[in-house]
């Protein structure tokens, strides 16, 4: 089954779909002027249309790994989370304290989700 890639760049792709699994590249926001909670909701935002582009939606979301710049923001990143997630479709979650390749970014988000069928 071949991959298929979407918004390819020279150094990754943000979406790869491969039997019927969808992987997104780490979405961060775009403006860093935000505090923890507008980064979040932003890259939620970002979250959504890309999994839409790519044929699913939030309820198919199978494994989550979150990264942020500093564990103080867990508590206002996971109010932002909590107000997004489809209910009853919570995924496996992880959640790291991590050095972020932008140092105004505050988190970054990687899914791996489901096509819809």
């Known amino acids: 089954m071949a991959v298929i890639r979407h918004h390819v760049g020279a150094r990754l792709s943000e979406i ?48 989550v790994q979150i990264y942020l710049s500093d564990m103080a923001n867990f508590a206002a990143m996971n109010a932002a989370w909590d107000m997004w997630v489809a209910e009853g479709n919570a995924p496996p979650r992880a959640t790291v304290e991590s050095k972020l390749a932008n140092p105004a970014c505050l988190v970054e988000v990687v899914i791996v989700a489901a096509v819809r069928s």
Do not use: C, F, M, P
């Open 16 to 63: 790869a779909i491969h039997n019927g699994t969808i992987y997104l590249a780490g979405q961060i926001a775009e403006d860093t002027d935000q505090d923890i909670t507008g980064q979040t909701r932003e890259v939620l935002g970002h979250i959504d249309r890309l999994l839409e582009e790519a044929g699913s939606d939030k309820t198919q979301l199978l494994s």
